[in-house]
């Protein structure tokens, strides 16, 4: 079966001018497939572009382009698409490997991780970060986006942070082979979390290919400024991944349907120059992506132009 397509695609119905928001602003707007996760990868990529959007970040997982089994024949077929649909690739999602595990939760599970317990995780983790970077540059991908990882059992942030540094430089030594950006996502509860931490981390290593994919949601929830997170990482941002959030309630809403200061983004966006990628990320929007699509586009497109 394959996605129900809305015939008002293009989501601009409803949506009155507003000459505050429709200021030109060079920013390109994405949509991430994780939001299709009960569709092949190729439906997905058409009710992304369909949607409206020229730019779509591939989950690298199941049951998208998990890494370890991604075939030629099948990255052959997703270049074929994007092609055909003018379709371009925002960021590659390696942050977790449900296809790793034989029974792996439903909700989001980061291990294996780079700061695993398991010397044997860790190693796993990062070559499947490497498969999934040789993908990336396949379709087309100037990015991939990674966590740290969560610190398990007894681990401590010092040992947390040397077993991060040993394996991020395994990391980064194969981003110099593929040419390809690595942006770290702060997330609530993992060992680096902080807007403040990654930006210490990339100053400390000194790795011009160690950067942000920077979540906006995950600020508000934490409590940071999002235009304070913008401003300190820069022109070190690969990519930028969007959503509404619920006061600070961790939970990816539709854009427009959270308390997210939008205005207060594009301004801080504008601030440093940024024009990569917004990608929309709603894995919490499975039940209806399409919906979720059409609807985030016309209200990006709307606040962004």
Same mark, same amino acid.
């Given at each position: 079966?394959?996605?129900?397509?809305?015939?008002?695609?293009?989501?601009?119905?409803?949506?009155?001018?507003?000459?505050?928001?429709?200021?030109?602003?060079?920013?390109?707007?994405?949509?991430?497939?994780?939001?299709?996760?009960?569709?092949?990868?190729? =439906?997905?990529?058409? $009710? %992304?572009?369909?949607?409206?959007? &020229?730019?779509? *970040?591939?989950? @690298?997982?199941?049951?998208?382009?998990?890494?370890?089994?991604?075939?030629?024949?099948?990255?052959?077929?997703?270049?074929?698409?994007?092609?055909?649909?003018?379709?371009?690739?925002?960021?590659?999602?390696?942050?977790?490997?449900?296809?790793?595990?034989?029974?792996?939760?439903?909700?989001?599970?980061?291990?294996?991780?780079?700061?695993?317990?398991?010397?044997?995780?860790?190693?796993?983790?990062?070559?499947?970060?490497?498969?999934?970077?040789?993908?990336?540059?396949?379709?087309?991908?100037?990015?991939?986006?990674?966590?740290?990882?969560?610190?398990?059992?007894?681990?401590?942030?010092?040992?947390?942070?040397?077993?991060?540094?040993?394996?991020?430089?395994?990391?980064?030594?194969?981003?110099?082979?593929? =040419?390809?950006?690595? $942006? %770290?996502?702060?997330?609530?509860? &993992?060992?680096? *979390?902080?807007? @403040?931490?990654?930006?210490?981390?990339?100053?400390?290593?000194?790795?011009?290919?160690?950067?942000?994919?920077?979540?906006?949601?995950?600020?508000?929830?934490?409590?940071?400024?999002?235009?304070?997170?913008?401003?300190?990482?820069?022109?070190?941002?690969?990519?930028?991944?969007?959503?509404?959030?619920?006061?600070?309630?961790?939970?990816?809403?539709?854009?427009?349907?959270?308390?997210?200061?939008?205005?207060?983004?594009?301004?801080?966006?504008?601030?440093?120059?940024?024009?990569?990628?917004?990608?929309?990320?709603?894995?919490?929007?499975?039940?209806?992506?399409?919906?979720?699509?059409?609807?985030?586009?016309?209200?990006?497109?709307?606040?962004?132009?």
């Amino acid at each position: 079966m394959g996605v129900k397509f809305c015939s008002c695609s293009y989501a601009r119905s409803g949506l009155a001018f507003d000459p505050l928001v429709r200021e030109p602003f060079l920013v390109r707007l994405a949509f991430s497939t994780n939001a299709y996760t009960r569709f092949s990868l190729a =439906e997905a990529l058409r $009710g %992304i572009r369909l949607a409206g959007f &020229l730019g779509a *970040e591939i989950l @690298a997982d199941e049951p998208h382009a998990y890494p370890a089994s991604v075939s030629d024949s099948q990255i052959d077929g997703v270049r074929a698409v994007l092609g055909e649909l003018g379709l371009a690739v925002s960021n590659v999602n390696v942050n977790c490997s449900f296809g790793y595990w034989k029974d792996a939760p439903a909700e989001a599970y980061f291990e294996p991780s780079l700061i695993s317990p398991d010397a044997r995780h860790r190693a796993d983790r990062i070559e499947l970060i490497g498969k999934a970077m040789a993908f990336a540059r396949a379709v087309g991908a100037r990015n991939v986006s990674v966590t740290s990882g969560r610190m398990l059992g007894s681990m401590s942030p010092s040992r947390a942070a040397g077993q991060f540094e040993e394996s991020i430089g395994s990391v980064l030594e194969m981003a110099d082979r593929f =040419e390809m950006n690595v $942006g %770290i996502e702060c997330e609530p509860g &993992l060992f680096i *979390e902080y807007v @403040a931490e990654l930006r210490e981390w990339i100053d400390r290593l000194g790795h011009p290919r160690l950067g942000a994919n920077l979540d906006i949601g995950h600020c508000q929830v934490i409590g940071e400024s999002i235009p304070a997170a913008i401003e300190l990482l820069g022109d070190r941002i690969w990519n930028l991944h969007v959503e509404d959030i619920p006061g600070r309630k961790h939970y990816h809403m539709i854009p427009g349907e959270g308390s997210v200061d939008w205005l207060g983004v594009k301004s801080a966006l504008r601030g440093i120059g940024y024009e990569r990628y917004l990608t929309v990320e709603l894995y919490t929007h499975t039940d209806e992506p399409q919906v979720a699509a059409v609807k985030s586009f016309g209200f990006l497109e709307r606040i962004f132009g």
